[in-house]
């Protein structure tokens, strides 16, 4: 049987066609337009996602056994909110993950309602990118458009809606709404009044492997596809990373260099660690996960090479980087401000330590150490809970790296395993397609089965005790320099 897996990202739509063995048949990409009307606003039409993944399909499926393909599911970008009126119209663009519109509601969340209550009904505090503070700015700012508000869904589900005809969601996506009882896996009754919503409004909550219907069958007649695909409801792109890495069950970790940076540990029981610092959702494969992201990862080293230093030729410039864990450069990661663990969003990218010796190298090599230690930082936590890691998966655009893979390996003291497959959400969302066809009986089972480590990056003693000694002093600079990223943006 073949299954469709598709990653609504944030600049494209990437869909790939995977057997039940997991070989990869064909992958096709299709972007789309990111819209900025003010700044640090992010927006995006929905109908576009729709458009391009319905091509994307066409193209996707032209040359194979159409009557093999068994179902579709998804990875998709997190926190978006979209709204539809009591047409299933789209109301407004969707306000993306990556917008910095609400300051002022995330504010009213953690200081009024409070970190704790907002822990004790979700698991999580308020972010500026997640969905609930999004809502109370359109209740304030946008109130016509508010009032017609009849469902509220996120990027992902959209797409399923349109092929499927339900509204829906998975609990991995949902859990970073800020709207759900990530514990118990429900709406939170009390997230909805302050957000002033009904259950009525929030889509039907389904785990990531479930069916939540059939592609409609005028749409499978203009795709191609046979009658009764399944329509499975995905993950979030993280989650479904998770999955398609083979980060499920018990004590996994993967660390994503994608444009932002995640570190992502799986657990079969619940967990919140005291100050919030990392986010507590629920997990693709039915239990849960804790999750640092940092904003800014891979695009820190794309600004350094594209803006910076006028430079496409990446590998070329990190061949000459040789004495790993000496560097006196620091750089702290913070270009679109930070999440985790220090939810900052006047926190700024700083070079600190450069004298008339440092080189074009020592810069370069900061970067790539500065997003490692941020990584770090949100690992100290995980471990301050008690959770043991000894290794983890590797995905994202920066690990194509193998110098960056060996700083994570060395900062981070894990060994570093590589997979097969380089394609993350789309690739997990295939999986949790095949789980949800009946392929496999469980997600665990599935990635266990499909996900193949190629090579693993051992962490080097005596490399290792130099960034220990290198990262306490990283991690005492942004409390120093906290301040100074105030007055700076007042």
């Not at 994307?56 to 159409?66: A, F, P, T, V, W």
Request: hydrophobic share 40%.
């Amino acid at each position: 049987m073949l299954y469709i897996g598709v990653d609504l990202g944030t600049s494209a739509v990437k869909l790939l066609l995977m057997d039940e063995q997991g070989k990869i048949h064909n992958i096709v990409s299709k972007e789309y337009p990111l819209y900025f009307p003010h700044p640090g606003w992010s927006e995006q039409n929905p109908e576009d996602w729709y458009e391009q993944s319905v091509e994307g399909m066409k193209e996707l499926i032209r040359d194979c056994d159409k009557s093999q393909i068994a179902g579709i599911s998804f990875g998709g970008q997190m926190h978006g909110l979209v709204v539809l009126d009591g047409q299933d119209q789209v109301i407004r663009p969707a306000i993306l993950w990556n917008d910095g519109r609400t300051g002022k509601e995330t504010d009213y969340l953690n200081e009024t309602v409070g970190k704790e209550k907002l822990s004790e009904y979700t698991a999580n505090i308020a972010f500026a990118g997640f969905t609930a503070p999004k809502l109370l700015w359109m209740k304030e700012k946008e109130p016509e458009n508010f009032a017609k508000i009849v469902k509220i869904m996120l990027p992902k589900d959209y797409l399923a809606y349109r092929l499927s005809g339900v509204h829906c969601t998975d609990y991995s996506d949902a859990s970073g709404m800020l709207l759900l009882d990530v514990k118990n896996r429900c709406w939170s009754r009390e997230m909805m009044e302050i957000c002033g919503i009904t259950e009525t409004q929030l889509p039907k909550l389904f785990e990531s492997y479930e069916a939540v219907g059939t592609v409609r069958p005028e749409l499978a007649e203009e795709i191609g596809l046979p009658e009764q695909v399944r329509v499975i409801a995905g993950a979030g792109d993280n989650a479904a990373a998770a999955v398609g890495t083979g980060t499920v069950g018990y004590g996994m970790c993967n660390i994503s260099l994608g444009t932002s940076g995640t570190i992502f540990i799986s657990s079969k029981s619940f967990g919140v660690d005291a100050n919030n610092a990392l986010h507590s959702f629920d997990h693709a494969d039915g239990y849960y996960h804790l999750m640092g992201c940092m904003l800014s990862a891979a695009s820190c080293n794309k600004w350094w090479m594209d803006e910076i230093l006028k430079t496409a030729e990446y590998t070329k410039e990190q061949e000459a980087i040789q004495k790993l864990g000496e560097n006196q450069v620091f750089y702290l990661p913070y270009l679109m401000g930070e999440r985790s663990p220090h939810n900052d969003p006047q926190a700024r990218a700083t070079f600190i330590g450069m004298t008339m010796d440092t080189t074009r190298e020592d810069m370069t090599q900061a970067v790539l150490e500065g997003v490692a230690f941020g990584l770090r930082d949100s690992l100290e936590v995980a471990r301050s809970l008690g959770i043991q890691i000894e290794r983890t998966k590797i995905c994202g655009g920066g690990a194509k790296s193998p110098l960056w893979k060996k700083i994570i390996a060395n900062v981070m003291n894990l060994k570093v395993d590589v997979i097969e497959s380089e394609e993350g959400p789309g690739y997990g969302g295939a999986i949790l397609a095949a789980v949800g066809c009946g392929e496999y009986g469980s997600v665990e089972e599935a990635a266990g089965k499909l996900v193949k480590v190629v090579d693993t990056v051992e962490p080097e003693e005596e490399l290792v005790a130099k960034y220990e000694e290198r990262y306490q002093k990283f991690r005492r600079i942004y409390p120093t320099v906290k301040g100074l990223f105030r007055m700076l943006a007042e």
